[in-house]
């Protein structure tokens, strides 16, 4: 389980310190992501590094992103982590934009390297205006 969290922390401050490049080295060739930004699902790790420039342009002002309520089980070579995820960007004037999001991750074994292969990010949405909740607090 140290190792695995060891990947989560090192990913995790790879998106804060927006490092493409280390970001994707914990991905798996084959990642699939379900992301709550713009796209329903990604397939591929050269996709999804699309993707996240994407979601780097949209933080011009600096990334947030926190893992809070890690939950980790594994057996074998695989791994399901859940967490709240407190993420957004520092606007203009140190100002945060920022919200609280579910996250699920998959991790497998590669080659004894623990790499992502399925990562799904969504925020609660309220179902009579479509519109989703960014202020829900754990």
Not at 4 to 17: F, G, H, N, P
Not at 123 to 130: A, K, M, R, T
Request: aromatic content about 10%; hydrophobic content about 40%; proline content about 2%.
């Amino acid at each position: 389980m140290n190792a695995i969290k060891a990947v989560l922390e090192s990913w995790q401050q790879s998106v804060v310190d927006e490092d493409l490049e280390k970001i994707m080295s914990h991905y798996s060739e084959n990642v699939v992501s379900f992301d709550a930004v713009k796209v329903l699902h990604i397939v591929g790790k050269a996709n999804y590094a699309e993707h996240w420039k994407y979601c780097m342009q949209l933080c011009g002002g600096g990334i947030i992103f926190e893992i809070h309520q890690l939950n980790i089980q594994s057996s074998g070579e695989l791994a399901f982590c859940h967490y709240l995820s407190r993420c957004g960007s520092v606007q203009d004037f140190g100002n945060e934009n920022v919200g609280w999001m579910r996250a699920t991750v998959c991790l497998r074994q590669e080659k004894n390297e623990w790499k992502i292969v399925h990562e799904h990010f969504s925020s609660p949405f309220d179902p009579e205006s479509g519109k989703a909740i960014f202020d829900a607090q754990p």
